[in-house]
């Protein structure tokens, strides 16, 4: 079965860099979502990378798959304090509905 | 483009009552889809929709019913409230449903359902 995982919180200062840490079991994943929920709001993506790249950079943020371990990476450089949201990992399958399984989600806060 | 919006934002129910969440959006998508959200548990998928006039169940259907009769709508009915139906909805679109290439999915700005 599918199963996203993430750790709940984090916690940097501001200016420091951010890795928010998501692992997936679903081995036929064509893409991974990085989406961010800001306090009662939706989500809004971020960015997204398909399954047969390693890395993908926009702007301040860098986006690591190792696909062999299946672990996906967010890192956000220079956090600033408009960057305290929560954030969703999802994976996607080719001819999966435009479904997504999202992760648990987790929480950044950027401190001072 | 007012983009997808739900209502209402907030709702109180009593276990038994029935309601429908709204859901719009005024993009032309064909897939709009209906999940919810409870702690620690990320979102998890309920219903969606192809198009109009095609619905399927997603992860967590129990409970919940949804139609799709025009492109714009996709309500969610909850015909029998439960306690453990308390959570936050999110209704969310996208142009396409194929899946074969990346389809960006908009999220409207969730309804916050406590069933007492």
Same mark, same amino acid.
């Given at each position: 079965?599918?199963?996203?995982?993430?750790? $709940?919180?984090?916690?940097?200062? /501001?200016?420091?860099?951010?890795?928010?840490?998501? #692992? +997936?079991?679903? =081995?036929?994943?064509?893409? $991974?979502?990085?989406?961010?929920? /800001?306090?009662?709001?939706?989500?809004?993506?971020? #960015? +997204?990378?398909? =399954?047969?790249?390693?890395?993908?950079?926009?702007?301040?943020?860098?986006?690591?798959?190792?696909?062999?371990?299946?672990?996906?990476?967010?890192?956000?450089?220079d956090t600033q304090t408009g960057d305290s949201a929560i954030y969703f990992c999802a994976e996607g399958i080719t001819g999966g509905g435009n479904k997504l399984t999202f992760g648990t989600g987790t929480q950044l806060k950027?401190?001072? | 483009?007012?983009?997808?919006?739900?209502?209402?934002?907030?709702?109180?129910?009593?276990?038994?009552?029935?309601?429908?969440?709204?859901?719009?959006?005024?993009?032309?998508?064909?897939?709009?889809?209906?999940?919810?959200?409870?702690?620690?548990?990320?979102?998890?998928?309920?219903?969606?929709?192809?198009?109009?006039?095609?619905?399927?169940?997603?992860?967590?259907?129990?409970?919940?019913?949804?139609?799709?009769?025009?492109?714009?709508?996709?309500?969610?009915?909850?015909?029998?409230?439960?306690?453990?139906?308390?959570?936050?909805?999110?209704?969310?679109?996208?142009?396409?449903?194929?899946?074969?290439?990346?389809?960006?999915?908009?999220?409207?700005?969730?309804?916050?359902?406590?069933?007492?």
């Open positions: 079965g599918e199963d996203v995982e993430q750790s $709940l919180f984090l916690s940097v200062r /501001e200016g420091d860099s951010s890795v928010i840490n998501c #692992t +997936y079991t679903d =081995s036929s994943s064509t893409y $991974l979502y990085w989406y961010k929920q /800001e306090p009662g709001a939706g989500l809004q993506l971020l #960015t +997204y990378i398909f =399954s047969n790249m390693d890395m993908k950079q926009d702007q301040r943020l860098t986006v690591l798959l190792n696909k062999k371990d299946k672990h996906l990476s967010l890192r956000i450089a950027v401190e001072l | 483009n007012a983009g997808v919006t739900q209502t209402p934002k907030f709702q109180v129910l009593k276990t038994g009552q029935s309601m429908t969440l709204q859901c719009a959006q005024d993009m032309n998508h064909e897939y709009m889809s209906w999940y919810r959200q409870d702690p620690g548990m990320g979102l998890r998928l309920i219903h969606y929709s192809v198009g109009a006039g095609i619905t399927d169940q997603g992860e967590v259907p129990n409970g919940y019913n949804v139609s799709r009769s025009t492109t714009e709508d996709f309500p969610l009915r909850l015909l029998s409230a439960a306690p453990s139906q308390t959570s936050v909805y999110f209704c969310a679109s996208s142009f396409t449903f194929t899946g074969g290439t990346f389809d960006t999915q908009y999220f409207g700005p969730g309804t916050r359902l406590t069933v007492l």
